[in-house]
């Protein structure tokens, strides 16, 4: 008779600790497989929210950040674009901007935002995709005529909008730039990608 035979708890030990050591391998064995489904650590931060400040932003300056792999335009309007902005109406395809996934319902109004001189948009052309043009300056200086209010221009295929993001009539665009879902997490410091209430 075997040795092993005799000791019947010798040999439960020795299946128990076959069988923990095979767990424990089998374990590493598949963690690489494991980890490669999880999204990686840059992928997670693409959708993350992106925290801003703009204390150093001057009236009539724009900032872009990146989130979610786009740019993000964030424009400290002057008074006298805030001003601009009821004087156009007419031109624009959707001036009240009705078209509701174009914008969180808090920027559903003339300036498109939260607090009138932060202007938050994502700067994509709604037509194709196209990055447009900063055209802020009233005027011929613009390159876009007299009359122009200050803007974007899509140079692509010459889609325009105006100071809050909304489209111009007769334009292959479709529709107003995307206002971001955002808040302010204190007076000068933007949270991009999270809205707890639109909460300035």
Same mark, same amino acid.
């Given at each position: 008779?075997?040795?092993?035979?005799?000791?019947?708890?010798?040999?439960?030990?020795?299946?128990?600790?076959?069988?923990?050591?095979?767990?424990?391998?089998?374990?590493?064995? $598949?963690?690489?497989?494991? &980890?490669?489904?999880?999204?990686? #650590?840059?992928?997670?931060?693409?959708?993350?929210?992106?925290?801003?400040? @703009?204390?150093?932003? %001057?009236?009539?300056?724009?900032?872009?950040?990146?989130?979610?792999?786009?740019?993000?335009? $964030?424009?400290?309007?002057?008074? #006298?674009?805030?001003?601009?902005?009821?004087?156009?109406?007419?031109?624009?395809?959707?001036p009240a901007?009705?078209?509701?996934?174009?914008?969180?319902?808090? #920027?559903?109004?003339?300036?498109?935002? $939260?607090?009138?001189?932060?202007?938050?948009?994502?700067? @994509?052309?709604?037509?194709?995709?196209?990055?447009?043009?900063?055209?802020?300056?009233?005027?011929?200086?613009?390159?876009?005529?007299?009359?122009?209010?200050?803007?974007?221009?899509?140079?692509?295929?010459?889609?325009?909008?105006?100071?809050a993001g909304r489209v111009? &009539?007769?334009?292959?665009?479709?529709?107003?730039?995307?206002?971001?879902?955002?808040?302010?997490?204190?007076?000068?410091?933007?949270? $991009?990608? %999270?809205?707890?209430?639109?909460?300035?």
């Amino acid at each position: 008779m075997s040795e092993e035979a005799a000791d019947p708890g010798r040999r439960r030990f020795l299946t128990l600790a076959t069988t923990a050591v095979g767990a424990v391998g089998t374990v590493y064995a $598949i963690t690489p497989f494991v &980890k490669s489904m999880l999204p990686s #650590a840059r992928a997670k931060a693409a959708g993350a929210p992106v925290e801003v400040d @703009i204390s150093m932003l %001057e009236p009539g300056q724009l900032l872009t950040v990146e989130w979610r792999g786009k740019p993000v335009w $964030i424009l400290k309007r002057t008074p #006298a674009m805030l001003e601009s902005l009821t004087k156009h109406d007419s031109l624009l395809a959707d001036p009240a901007s009705k078209v509701a996934d174009q914008q969180p319902a808090y #920027a559903q109004n003339v300036a498109r935002s $939260i607090k009138p001189d932060i202007l938050v948009l994502v700067g @994509i052309c709604t037509h194709l995709g196209c990055s447009p043009d900063k055209r802020l300056d009233a005027g011929a200086v613009s390159g876009l005529g007299d009359d122009w209010p200050g803007g974007f221009f899509c140079p692509c295929h010459g889609s325009k909008f105006d100071l809050a993001g909304r489209v111009y &009539k007769n334009v292959p665009a479709p529709t107003n730039l995307p206002v971001p879902p955002y808040m302010f997490a204190a007076d000068t410091r933007l949270v $991009i990608g %999270e809205d707890k209430k639109g909460a300035a």
